[in-house]
């Protein structure tokens, strides 16, 4: 019902920046909250940063605090993130998810992209 396609990893050196984006299409973009979460070999996966449909609830996790961004463009029905000053444990799978309540919790998110790899050399 809900289509999520990220883009913009890539590898980058630590200290540098990336700009991923989520298009989202299938439902009314503003229902949903969105999410970020990633997803390192060998590790469960973790929420980065959530926000509600509204963008009023934000939460980040602490290790990104102060380096990434979220933000929403409805016009465009596109979710970012900013990442700067990136550093190798940023290295992951990168999944932008929707979910019909605001959680931090990944099982309460029901459409998920199909991730972007973001890999941090030192």
């Known amino acids: 019902q809900v289509q999520l396609v990220e883009s913009g990893g890539g590898p980058v050196q630590a200290g540098g920046s990336l700009r991923l984006s989520c298009a989202v299409s299938?439902?009314?973009?503003?229902?949903?909250?969105m999410g970020w979460f990633r997803q390192a070999p060998g590790k469960e996966r973790e929420f980065v940063v959530v926000?509600?449909?509204?963008?009023?609830?934000?939460v980040y996790t602490d290790s990104v605090k102060g380096r990434f961004t979220i933000s929403r463009d409805n016009a465009k029905n596109t979710v970012y993130l900013q990442m700067n000053s990136l550093k190798p444990e940023d290295t992951a799978v990168y999944y932008c998810?929707?979910?019909?309540?605001?959680?931090?919790?990944?099982?309460?998110?029901?459409?998920w992209g199909q991730g972007t790899q973001v890999t941090v050399s030192s």
């Open positions: 998810a929707a979910a019909a309540s605001y959680s931090l919790e990944p099982r309460r998110y029901d459409f």
């Open positions: 299938g439902r009314t973009f503003s229902r949903y909250a």
């Open positions: 926000m509600s449909w509204s963008g009023a609830d934000t």
